[in-house]
């Protein structure tokens, strides 16, 4: 069992405790408070001059597919010479060595859900890692966290470029479409195949009994129905149809926001916004819709017109109306490892200080469905721990250490990675 003895603790979910204790086991955080006793044989962690804090959580990111120091044309984030690509798997890409993981660390990120890039109109599976380890199907959270989508300027410009289908917002949602009632038409031709394979078992029984009385001397054996060609697109689609994961659908422009939600309703499936630029224009459809958000990057250059009213209000407003909303860098657009600065600076421009904690925390962990395990410092969740220099949002605060499942796995004095 280890012990950490605190200055401060900031739970997220419940009121800050002054020179409280964390205790961990196994992993896990056993108990978060002040008053009891800690246990003689405890590990001592002594950080009565530290904040601690939940390890953070980025849910929209692309370190370890989007590499540093290795040049674009060797980058593993977009498949580019398909518009419709949801059979491939993020995780077949992600490289838990690349520096992007080991900044993240340093940043006190502990959870990181990676994306393939925005290039397809439908562009693959996502996977929930945390940011420690060596073998990526040892870090994995969810293997499938989502089903990454693009609307808007990205599929068009990418395929526009060849002279391919889409170069139009109009071809994005035809292209869509397409894949959705394919998908369905799959998924119905399985369920008439299944529902004519068990008439068949009954039927077979039915023959061996009759046969094996000798009743009927015309009798004929029943024919086992052909089974249906197994087809991966439409198999990794299923998964949305069955609501068990969302459509993550990058959108910054509000037109495009208000169809990527006209889509899910159409075939009744989950969908987030990610980036959601314009989302404060359009909060109170937000709300109507239940529409989970995650805001940005906003510390940026406008590189494109869908980013021209780009603002920092965004997250604040969002907040205040009663959006999920979560925080991103959009890594590595932006430097996922300074995402308490990006929540600082929500904060200057409206959003509550208790939100500024919850939507680098907490918020990302319910977004994901992971909100029992992730995101809180609570008894029973992961021990994923940040031991900051001071408050998490003060700009001079340092991650001084970092644990993850109650293993140490950064310490500023020992690892300084800029």
């Known amino acids: 069992m280890k012990a950490i ?108 859900c990676i994306a393939p890039g925005s290039a397809n109109v439908v562009g693959g599976q996502m996977t929930t890692i945390k940011t420690h380890g060596k073998i990526v199907d040892e870090m994995v959270l969810q293997e499938y966290a989502g089903m990454k989508c693009a609307f808007g300027e990205n599929p068009k410009r990418v395929y526009g470029g060849l002279n391919r289908t889409p170069s ?15 998908t369905q038409n799959y998924m119905n031709k399985w369920s008439a195949y299944e529902q004519k394979l068990k008439d068949y ?10 046969k094996k009385e000798g009743k009927d ?37 509000a037109n495009d926001i208000v169809t990527a939600v006209r889509l899910a309703k159409e075939f009744g499936v989950k969908i987030t916004i990610e980036h959601c630029t314009h989302g404060h224009q359009i909060i109170d459809f937000l709300v109507k819709n239940k529409i989970p958000a995650i805001v940005g990057p906003t510390f940026g250059f406008r590189t494109k017109i869908e980013l021209k009213d780009m603002t920092w209000k965004t997250i604040g407003e969002l907040y205040k109306a009663g959006v999920l909303v979560a925080l991103t860098a959009d890594h590595p657009v932006v ?36 909100e029992k395990r992730i995101g809180s410092l609570e008894a029973d969740k992961d021990a994923d721990i940040v031991l900051f220099t001071g408050d998490p949002l003060d700009i001079q605060s340092k991650a001084a250490k970092v644990f993850i499942n109650g293993e140490e796995v950064y310490d500023m004095e020992k690892e300084y990675l800029f």
């Open 335 to 370: 430097p996922l490892q300074f995402q308490t600065l990006y929540a600082a600076l929500a904060m200057r421009e409206g959003l509550p200080r208790q939100g500024a904690y919850e939507v680098i925390t907490i918020n990302g962990a319910k977004i994901l469905g992971l």
């Open 217 to 253: 001397k015309d009798l004929k054996k029943p024919q086992e129905p052909t089974k249906p060609d197994v087809n991966i697109k439409y198999e990794a689609m299923i998964p949305v149809f069955k609501r068990q994961v969302p459509l993550r659908a990058h959108a910054h422009q």
């Open 168 to 182: 139009t917002r109009m071809g994005n949602l035809g292209l869509f479409r397409q894949l959705m009632i394919e």
């Open 201 to 210: 078992k009954e039927e077979l029984k039915e023959y061996e009994k009759k």
């Open 5 to 112: 003895l605190c200055g401060k603790i900031i739970p997220v979910t419940k009121e800050p405790i002054d020179n409280g204790h964390i205790l961990i086991e196994k992993g896990k955080i056993k108990a978060v408070g002040k008053g009891f006793d800690v246990p003689k044989d405890a590990e001592i962690i002594d950080a009565k001059d530290k904040v601690a804090f939940p390890g953070l959580i980025d849910v929209h990111c692309h370190a370890t597919v989007f590499e540093e120091e290795i040049g674009l044309g060797l980058q593993d984030g977009n498949e580019m010479t398909d518009p419709i690509t949801p059979h491939i798997r993020v995780l077949d890409a992600i490289n838990p060595m690349e520096k992007g993981l080991r900044r993240a660390i340093s940043g006190g990120l502990t959870t990181l």
